[in-house]
C-alpha cells in the first residue's frame, strides 16, 4: 500500500517534471546549445537556486497542503484573476534574456517560488509574472520561464524519485515512464500552442480558465 501511494503520489505531481524538460529542450534546442549559452546557463543556475531552497525548507509542508484540495481550487481562481490584470499590474519591458542580470535572475526565481508554497499557483504563471516585473518583454518572460523549468523540475523530480525510489516496484516505474511519454507528447503541442498565443493575444484567456477550473471544483469539492 505505501508504495502504491508513493507510485502514485510521483506520477501526479512528478511526472510532469520530467516531460517538462524533454519539453524545454527540443523547443529551445538552438537556445540552451547555442553561442549565448556562456550568458544564459549562470542566469538559469541563479534562477533555480530559490526553488532549490524552498523546495528543500518547504517540501513537508506541501505535502500536507496537497491535502487540503480546497486550497489549491482558491488558488486557481485568485491567480486566474492575477493573470487577466497581469500585464497592468506588470507591464510588458523591451528587455530580451541575453539582457537579464543576476539580480533579475533571482527576482524571477523567488517569483516562481509561489507554486512551490501555494498549491494551485501554477509555475509558468508566477515565472512569467517576476519575468514582466523584471521588464523583460512578454515572448522573453515566456521563454526563459520554460527555460527555467529546465533547471528547477529536474531538481525536484530528482529528488523526489531519490527520497522515494525504495518504496517504488518496477510496474510503477515503468506506469511512470508511460505517462512521461504521453504527458510531452500532448504538452509539446500545448506548449508551442501557449507560446504563439501569448505573444499575439496575452495571458487574459488562460486567467478565465483558471477561474473556470477553480470555480468549478469548488463547487464540486463542497457539495
Not at 23 to 38: A, Q
Not at 88 to 113: M, R, T
Not at 168 to 192: D, H, M, P, R, Y
Amino acid at each position: 500500500m505505501v508504495g502504491h501511494e508513493v507510485g502514485r503520489k510521483f506520477h501526479i505531481y512528478y511526472c510532469h517534471s520530467i516531460w517538462s524538460d524533454f519539453k524545454c529542450s527540443s523547443l529551445y534546442w538552438k537556445r540552451i546549445t547555442g553561442p549565448g549559452i556562456k550568458h544564459l546557463y549562470p542566469i538559469l543556475f541563479v534562477g533555480f537556486l530559490p526553488a532549490a531552497v524552498f523546495g528543500l525548507l518547504f517540501d513537508d509542508l506541501l505535502d500536507q497542503l496537497l491535502q487540503a484540495p480546497w486550497i489549491a481550487g482558491i488558488n486557481l481562481v485568485v491567480f486566474g484573476i492575477v493573470l487577466i490584470y497581469i500585464e497592468k499590474i506588470f507591464p510588458e519591458g523591451e528587455k530580451e534574456i541575453d539582457d537579464l542580470s543576476f539580480q533579475d535572475s533571482v527576482k524571477i526565481g523567488l517569483f516562481q517560488c509561489l507554486a512551490i508554497i501555494l498549491p494551485g499557483v501554477s509555475r509558468s504563471a508566477s515565472g512569467i509574472a517576476g519575468g514582466l516585473y523584471s521588464k523583460l518583454s512578454r515572448k522573453a518572460a515566456t521563454e526563459f520561464t520554460f527555460l527555467l523549468a529546465l533547471p528547477t523540475l529536474s531538481a525536484a523530480a530528482g529528488y523526489k524519485l531519490l527520497k522515494d525510489i525504495d518504496n517504488l516496484n518496477s510496474q510503477q516505474l515503468i506506469e511512470i515512464g508511460w505517462g512521461c511519454l504521453f504527458s510531452f507528447i500532448t504538452a509539446f503541442v500545448a506548449v508551442k500552442f501557449f507560446v504563439g498565443y501569448v505573444q499575439k493575444f496575452g495571458f487574459k484567456l488562460f486567467g478565465y480558465y483558471r477561474i473556470l477550473i477553480g470555480t468549478v471544483f469548488l463547487i464540486w469539492y463542497y457539495s
